[in-house]
């Protein structure tokens, strides 16, 4: 789990308390970790944000709303039909919304420029902050993520019965649910540590300020309010890297491909076996790739170099 700075808050204009945590040197530059739907920062494990410092980034993670330590919203979550049919409330936040957060905490920092790098959820909001906000983002990393066109990223019917489960309630069904999922869409090459993964989903759950279930649905809420961003997309200036695994159950792989295709030059890395999740053995290539890219980018290139 991510051990590495300590929990800071940042009350931001909009009322919403977003809880990061920054590692690294101030004068190094700035990478925002954008986690997934229901991740808390600590799933940035501690490796990952060590492998990062280590290459001389300064790197902040933080809890999205409605996650970990951050604010939850107090509207209802939205019934279970209308996740089904797409149809969010009325009061649906937006991942325009999670954007905002996230620029927020970059202000409450006083960092003017930051590479972006989001995983999933955090992929499609780092998206939006790059094409609405281009002065801000100096690289895009894109992991495993999607542009919200219906006809592509979307998740084998066997994760949507997994998916469709009654939530956990407690501790233990946490970190039994966690499991279950994150083994079913880990892909085929890269087996999970099952004593790793449970501390991570314990401690998440002992993080969580709020009802993670209600916090989890909203999430979702405020990805199908959204719809289809590949217009948005075709906007992003920045130099954009796409990651993602060929045997993904969650974001079907063409989710990638339909990112690549949207962005102006993005760059697409394919790695064969692995899915929906960042095992230990990947932590060092995929770190690899983000550094690259970023140094590229300040060395006023566009892409990493793949062999």
Do not use: K
């Amino acid at each position: 789990m991510s051990d590495i700075g300590v929990d800071q808050y940042a009350t931001l204009p909009s009322g919403t308390t977003i809880c990061f945590r920054v590692s690294g040197e101030a004068a190094d530059p700035a990478i925002l970790l954008i986690a997934g739907l229901g991740e808390d920062l600590t799933q940035w494990t501690s490796s990952f944000v060590g492998a990062l410092v280590s290459r001389g980034f300064r790197v902040i993670v933080m809890d999205n709303r409605d996650v970990g330590r951050s604010t939850f919203a107090t509207a209802p979550a939205p019934q279970l039909w209308r996740q089904v049919l797409g149809r969010p409330r009325d009061d649906a936040y937006a991942l325009a919304d999670m954007a905002d957060d996230c620029v927020g905490v970059l202000d409450h920092l006083a960092i003017t420029q930051v590479h972006l790098v989001g995983r999933s959820m955090g992929g499609m909001i780092a998206q939006t902050i790059a094409a609405t906000r281009p002065r801000r983002v100096l690289s895009l990393t894109s992991i495993y993520s999607t542009t919200g066109a219906s006809d592509v990223g979307r998740p084998a019917v066997s994760t949507i019965r997994l998916l469709a489960a009654p939530p956990a309630r407690t501790r233990t069904a946490a970190v039994r649910a966690h499991l279950r999922i994150t083994e079913h869409v880990a892909g085929t090459a890269y087996p999970i540590d099952d004593a790793a993964e449970a501390a991570l989903a314990a401690h998440g759950w002992d993080r969580g300020a709020g009802d993670s279930a209600a916090g989890v649905a909203r999430q979702i809420q405020a990805i199908q309010r959204s719809g289809d961003r590949t217009a948005q997309l075709a906007r992003i200036a920045a130099p954009t890297l796409v990651i993602n695994g060929d045997r993904d159950l969650l974001v079907h792989p063409s989710g990638g491909a339909a990112t690549v295709a949207a962005i102006r030059s993005a760059q697409h890395v394919v790695i064969p076996g692995m899915g929906h999740h960042i095992p230990e053995a990947l932590v060092e290539p995929i770190t690899g790739y983000i550094a690259q890219h970023a140094d590229r980018v300040s060395e006023g290139g566009d892409h990493v170099e793949l062999s």
